[in-house]
């Protein structure tokens, strides 16, 4: 094996990996969670806003561990938390039929959806709702709130961490000059597009994409302390063609290998996808 490799965007060779284990060793009677931000302490492993990095240490850790270099302790079921339930906004949103050209309905306002506002709840309802997948947020995410001219709630986006790895995705960044090794944090997948089951406005779709794609740079910036270079998003063959993030500009760059995020063994284990890239800053 060639040292250093890179896992969850760091740089890690031989003697990171031997001293690893030796210090987990030692601590074994620490929680996973614990041995996570400690070791944020230990590499100073924080966010363009000086927040410890947290989820990214321990999935570092996990990583490491997948691969057989180092011995996590045992996870500790009587004291993991239960996944915060989806608060209900005050009031069920209203789903009014909308309907017309765009240049009756448009042009749209986004906002964003901040954590434990009238409108994240909202913005929360509608994906769990509505959207095929749900609704489920990690790690570092951003979500927008649509409303039509009138005020009218017409859909809702959610922006979270890009794939760890993605061939196609992979080959046409580096043809760029993109680098991965140390730009991956630079890239934001949209996880979830939902344009309300009532709402059938033509080009409404690719309207949102391009006024998020306008102003997510600066949100992301704000929120995390660093800019974006990219977005990508996966749409799942045979349910979705893609159409509207084509008419946004964004690019098709090939398909994915029908593998998860988790799939250890290489077996195919979910539908292809196809995989769009657009970028952020000209």
Not at 248 to 274: F, I, M, Y
């Amino acid at each position: 094996m060639q040292w250093p490799i890179v896992i969850q965007g760091r740089d890690v060779n031989e003697e990171d990996v031997q001293w690893l284990s030796s210090w987990l060793a030692e601590h074994a009677h620490w929680s996973r969670r614990k041995l996570a931000g400690e070791l944020c302490v230990r590499w100073d492993w924080r966010d363009g806003i000086g927040r410890p990095k947290d989820l990214a240490a321990r999935s570092f850790l996990l990583k490491m561990e997948q691969r057989g270099w180092i011995t996590l302790p045992p996870l500790r079921e009587k004291c993991r938390k239960p996944r915060a339930s989806i608060g209900m906004p005050s009031s069920v949103p209203c789903e009014e039929s909308v309907e017309g050209r765009f240049e009756e309905v448009g042009p749209t306002s986004l906002e964003v959806a901040r954590a434990g506002t009238e409108a994240y709840r909202r913005w929360a309802y509608y994906l769990a709702r509505h959207h095929y997948l749900g609704l489920r947020v990690v790690g570092q995410n951003l979500g927008y709130l649509a409303r039509d001219r009138r005020g009218r709630e017409v859909a809702a986006l959610l922006f979270g961490a890009p794939a760890w790895c993605c061939a196609s995705r992979d080959k046409y960044l580096q043809g760029k000059g993109f680098c991965l090794k140390k730009g991956l944090a630079r890239i934001a997948n949209n996880t979830r597009f939902l344009i309300f089951p009532w709402v059938r406005v033509p080009h409404l779709a690719s309207h949102i994409l391009g006024s998020a794609a306008r102003r997510i740079d600066r949100d992301w910036q704000e929120k995390y302390g660093q800019g974006l270079d990219w977005l990508e998003t996966f749409v799942e063959r045979g349910r979705f063609a893609g159409t509207c993030y084509r008419a946004a500009n964004w690019v098709h760059v090939g398909l994915t290998r029908g593998r998860g995020r988790q799939d250890r063994k290489h077996t195919a284990s979910v539908p292809e996808k196809d995989v769009y890239l657009l970028r952020v800053k000209a």
